[in-house]
């Protein structure tokens, strides 16, 4: 658990960070913060993530698919919660996509805690990262009022859906970038995370961080109690090896990332909402994540 904590505390102080700073930056300032973050800083990230981690063809089918089913079903609940969110479709969509975003950074940290999950969670967030895109972009650009063409060629244009596949296609080669350009994106996707904390922490409700109403409760619910409760039951009926149902279960147990908050901006939906949303959840993780790490270590 402590390895978890030891990821979990850093990242609140960073956010924390964000409400110290706020005022001495416009708001125009951190909306260009967003804008960085959303077209450089984290596609690198989501880039050298996929390409660094070859896929293993055996374990993309059961990994793979269960990762889609896990993000499909917190689609399904957080929509249940619609006449709970914001009127607006935009800015309901906008926090919508913390129902099934996961935290790349604590999930890495978090599967090193039980035995033989590490090296399938790259395979999970391989699969995952394309396809949370394609849903928080089609339900952003929903909320813009795009037709089915216009949400297409958005999805197709978006740096993170890109930077998804183009990193996947070049793990599942085989083929490494040469050293001097891979150094020079991970310094980029080094910068991505700990920006995009404080941009959170500037943006977010502080006053609401431990409010939860049914909204902001619901979705929390969502993300930390009932997919890895699910998960779980379903690995267990299942018969999964112990590694895939490991991987599986804290998958699913993740806090949002703050990458939610980058789209949410960019699109034009309340950037409040979601940043409140993934610090709580974030918060609260701290407790929900080492109990399912307890269980499975059982």
Not at 73 to 91: A, K, S, T, V
Not at 242 to 250: G, I, R
Not at 261 to 289: E, F, M, W
Request: hydrophobic residues 60%.
């Amino acid at each position: 658990m402590i390895p978890i904590l030891s990821v979990l505390i850093p990242t609140m102080g960073i956010i924390s960070l964000g409400r110290v700073f706020r005022e001495r930056l416009s708001n125009d300032a951190w909306r260009g913060i967003d804008r960085l973050n959303f077209e450089l800083l984290f596609p690198c990230l989501i880039f050298s993530a996929a390409a660094s981690r070859p896929i293993a063809l055996d374990d993309a089918a059961v990994i793979g698919l269960s990762v889609w089913a896990i993000m499909a079903l917190g689609l399904c609940l957080g929509w249940f919660l619609r006449p709970f969110g914001p009127e607006r479709f935009l800015d309901f969509a906008g926090a919508w996509q913390t129902a099934w975003r996961f935290n790349t950074a604590i999930a890495f940290v978090a599967v090193s805690a039980v035995d033989n999950a590490a090296p399938l969670m790259s395979v999970a967030v391989g699969f995952a990262v394309p396809l949370a895109n394609v849903f928080a972009i089609s339900a952003l650009s929903r909320g813009s009022g795009l037709g089915p063409l216009g949400i297409f060629a958005r999805i197709l244009r978006n740096p993170f859906f890109i930077a998804s596949v183009s990193g996947m296609a070049l793990g599942a080669s085989g083929y490494a970038l040469p050293q001097v350009i891979k150094q020079g994106v991970d310094y980029l996707a080094g910068a991505a995370i700990p920006i995009a904390l404080m941009a959170v922490g500037a943006t977010m409700d502080w006053s609401a961080l431990l409010r939860l109403n049914r909204f902001t409760g619901g979705i929390t619910t969502i993300k930390l109690v009932i997919l890895p409760a699910v998960t779980f039951a379903a690995v267990t009926l299942a018969g999964l090896p112990a590694a895939q149902a490991n991987v599986l279960v804290v998958f699913a147990a993740l806090p949002p990332a703050s990458a939610a908050h980058v789209l949410a901006s960019v699109y034009g939906a309340d950037r409040t909402l979601p940043a409140t949303l993934i610090a709580q959840a974030t918060l609260l993780s701290a407790l929900t994540l080492p109990l399912w790490i307890y269980i499975l270590t059982l």
